[in-house]
């Protein structure tokens, strides 16, 4: 059973940062995130009556998109991109190795735990009033379906950095708080 809430502060759309244990250059450049939704199915049930609703058995869930600042040096569209690449069709050996490990820092890379490195866990974390971590939503095996262009544009008359989307595929999430 719910109980009534107490807290009375309103969740804060600007205060969150999205954490991958794949793409480290993504983490600094995020400028929005949106909480996938979450659907089930129904199963109709005749009855010479009228047709009952019932609940269905399976959840679908959104796909994870995220808005990304290019930096200047492209790392974070690079990650991606090479992600994307190294998961579909690999040009040489090595884009197929680096498949099987995650990047750590700039230091080399080191198997992932479970010896993939096809799918990538991630957080969301939203922030509270005080910049601290309030609620978590915990993103399971995911991995990059799209990686949306980056429009350079010289009409502008303010200088505003490009930014591109990353779409996700994951199976499942959780929210923690």
């Given amino acids: 059973m719910s109980t009534l809430t107490s807290n009375h502060n309103f ?3 600007i205060e969150f940062k999205l954490v991958l244990d794949r793409l ?3 983490v600094f450049f995020v400028k929005s995130a949106t909480i996938p939704g979450i659907s089930a199915g129904s199963t109709d049930r005749p009855t010479p009556f009228k047709t009952l609703h019932e609940p269905g058995d399976k959840l679908q869930y959104d796909d994870l998109t995220v808005s990304i600042i ?3 040096n492209m790392e974070a569209f690079r990650e991606v991109s090479d992600w994307l690449v190294a998961l579909t069709y690999p040009d040489s050996f090595t884009q197929y190795a680096e498949l099987g490990a995650r990047p750590v820092g700039s230091g080399g890379s080191v198997p992932n735990a479970n010896g993939d490195g096809v ?3 991630g957080s969301l974390i939203i922030l509270n009033s005080n910049k601290n971590a309030n609620v978590t939503v915990k993103f399971k095996d995911m991995f990059p379906t799209n990686v949306g262009s980056i429009n350079l ?3 502008g008359t303010d200088v505003t950095p490009p930014v591109f989307d990353i ?3 994951y199976n499942g ?3 923690e708080v």
């Fill in 173 to 175: 999430y959780t929210i």
């Fill in 119 to 121: 799918k990538s866990d």
């Fill in 70 to 72: 290019c930096d200047e």
């Fill in 167 to 169: 779409t996700f595929k």
């Fill in 24 to 26: 480290p250059n993504v």
């Fill in 153 to 155: 544009d010289t009409s």
């Fill in 11 to 13: 969740l804060s759309p």
